[in-house]
């Protein structure tokens, strides 16, 4: 997924404030499900039970800033699938500088608790970890 960074995303020097590279990840997140046709607006109007993606733990080795009008890459892939969570791998570049290095651990939680992972949803994310093993 592609990111522009704007004067909005940046300090007073520019450089992206690090809380931006938070919502940066979340919108990868969002792609690499919707990419395999899960969005968020159908986990919260499941027939059986509305459901969704929190995150549960985040390690983030900030390598490089980012500044303004940079256009950025944000790569997602999956580590590990669990029982109700997946951990994820991040990576933000600029062309061949990696920015941001992420492991992203979310777990699905519905009724105010995390659940199993749909069967569905846990079947479209095992092609994804096989072919992305190496980020």
Known sequence: MSVRVYYEDTDFSGVVYHANYLRYLERGRTEMLRDLGVTQSALHGAADGPGAFAVRAMTIDFKAPARMDDMLAVETGVEALGGASVTLRQTITRSDTVLVQ??????????????????????????????????
């Open 102 to 135: 992420a492991v992203v651990r979310i777990a699905f939680v519905g009724a105010g608790r995390a659940q199993r992972l749909p069967a569905d949803i846990a079947r479209r994310l095992n092609p994804v970890r096989r072919e992305q093993s190496g980020l």
